[in-house]
């Protein structure tokens, strides 16, 4: 296996091979685009904050990415493939330096048809929604950075969202239909990859594979009622959330759930919410509030705060309060909080969600998503940590997993170690035949590294 060589690269002499390639040389922008959102987490803090690319390219169609790749490989250059840089764990940070690809301008849709569209990585989810919706269809899920992400960042890094409690996670079969990469080999190839092929690249943090195009399954679009319930108890109102999850008759987009204080960070609807309150953020088809309405009366809720699909038009919607957005707000009012991405095990009555609650109270502040998994209503767990060390953090983390809680680690840049814990097989043998000197996203992939 081959690797990077480590004499010193000419960037001019690289930046002239580029003809016609809009490049990004100025430094503040260099900087600004090296970024993403990993002061999330003070480990990643400490390990990234001076990891900055050599120089930007900005292309705009696969051609030219095929002549960056071929110019990247002759300089033995590492080259890391960035979105909208809205990812959460150093996806898309140059560790090594290099040129960062940013797929921001191929931004076309080639075509949406009832189920199914194709589109280039850099169109943003919100754009890719917004026209599908025109011929009632519309994306199966997005994350809380939908104004903002675009659709290849979010199937490199991301993994679930908004939508997650009808399809499940990107990885689960039938979410993803097909990809086209550009290879770094020394003559650079476009493969197209379908069916389970698409796995080999799939939340793989461009680590072997430069995404040019894909086709995205679509849903039926519903006109969906934003909702907050409020409890006095959080066990009541998580309780409540799996009952709605369970609830097949009922068409919803979002349960998430959250413990007091959390609901108390949140600008724009904290004034509807009560002092104390345990809360759920709901989306529900607005063809089903009456059974809604009756579900929350049974486990005595409050609705405190309801928006007509029409009104969700204005004003900050309510997904841009779940799941990672969680974290962004808590962090604009104490720095000093973090976060944890956890699993729990599916079990209608959240037995070890109750026990993580009462063992750490106010340490380690529930936020709950219920997503669809192995055909369960399943609850995830993006808790908001009071951190005051990594040595506390680590044991939060192994107190979760020694009582079978799985944790997917928002503080480490390794893809294997944040959620997958094992070597994907499948993503290394891909990599070592289409990235034989291991210049994409280097140091990222575990498996590489120990080979």
């Known amino acids: 296996m081959t690797t990077t060589k480590t004499k010193p ?34 480990i990643l803090q400490s390990q990234l904050k001076d990891k900055k690319a050599n120089l930007i390219v900005r292309p705009t169609n696969e051609t030219e990415i095929l002549q960056i790749a071929k110019t990247c490989v002759k300089y033995q250059a590492p080259l890391i493939v960035r979105g909208a840089g809205t990812g ?23 075509w949406i048809k009832p189920g199914l569209s194709s589109v280039e990585p850099g169109v943003k989810l919100v754009t890719l929604d917004k026209k599908a919706k025109e011929i009632g269809w519309e994306l199966r899920m997005f994350p809380s950075t939908y104004r903002t992400a675009t659709i290849g960042g979010f199937i490199g890094g991301g993994s679930s969202g908004i939508g997650s409690i009808n399809y499940g996670g990107l990885k689960d079969r039938g979410n993803l239909s097909a990809v086209r990469v550009v290879t770094m080999e020394d003559q650079p190839r476009i493969i197209e990859l379908r069916g389970d092929h698409v796995q080999k690249v799939n939340h793989a943090y461009g680590t072997n594979g430069i995404i040019t195009q894909l086709e995205i399954p679509l849903a ?57 309150k345990h809360c759920a953020f709901l989306m529900i088809s607005e063809y089903s509030l009456e059974p809604f309405q009756d579900l929350v009366k049974e486990f005595q809720g409050e609705i405190c705060y309801q928006k007509t699909a029409q009104e969700t038009n204005k004003g900050t919607p309510i997904y841009e309060y779940t799941w990672n957005h969680t974290t962004l707000h ?10 944890l991405q956890s699993g729990f095990p599916s079990d209608k009555n959240l037995a070890l969600v109750e026990k993580m609650y009462q063992h750490f109270g106010d340490e380690v502040i529930m936020h709950l998503e219920f997503v669809r998994g192995d055909g369960q209503t399943t609850a995830v767990g993006l808790q908001i940590v009071r951190y005051t ?53 280097p140091g990222k992939m575990k498996a590489w590294l120990e080979k």
Request: hydrophobic share 35%; charged share 20%; with cysteine.
């Open 9 to 42: 690269i000419n960037w001019d002499a690289l930046a002239s091979e580029l003809t016609d390639i809009e490049i990004i040389r100025d430094p503040n922008q260099i900087i600004k685009l090296s970024l993403d959102y990993y002061h999330f987490s003070p």
């Open 88 to 110: 959460n764990y150093g996806q898309c940070i140059p560790l090594e330096g290099g040129v960062v690809l940013d797929t921001t301008k191929m931004n076309n849709i080639n």
């Open 330 to 339: 808590a962090r604009t009012v104490d720095t000093n909080l973090t976060y």
């Open 220 to 276: 039926p679009t519903y006109p969906w009622a934003e909702l907050i319930v409020t409890f006095d108890d959080f066990m009541t109102c998580a309780k409540f959330a799996q009952a709605l999850g369970d609830s097949d008759g009922i068409v919803k987009k979002l349960i998430t759930i959250f413990a007091w204080p959390i609901p108390s960070f949140f600008p724009g609807v904290k004034k509807s919410i009560p002092q104390g």
């Open 389 to 441: 060390s990594e040595k506390r953090l680590n044991e939060i983390i192994e107190y979760h997993e020694e009582n079978g809680v799985n944790i997917f680690n928002p503080h480490t840049y390794i893809l294997e170690d944040g959620g997958m814990k094992t070597t994907n097989i499948q993503q290394l043998e891909f990599k070592q035949k289409v990235d034989p000197y291991g210049l994409l996203n």
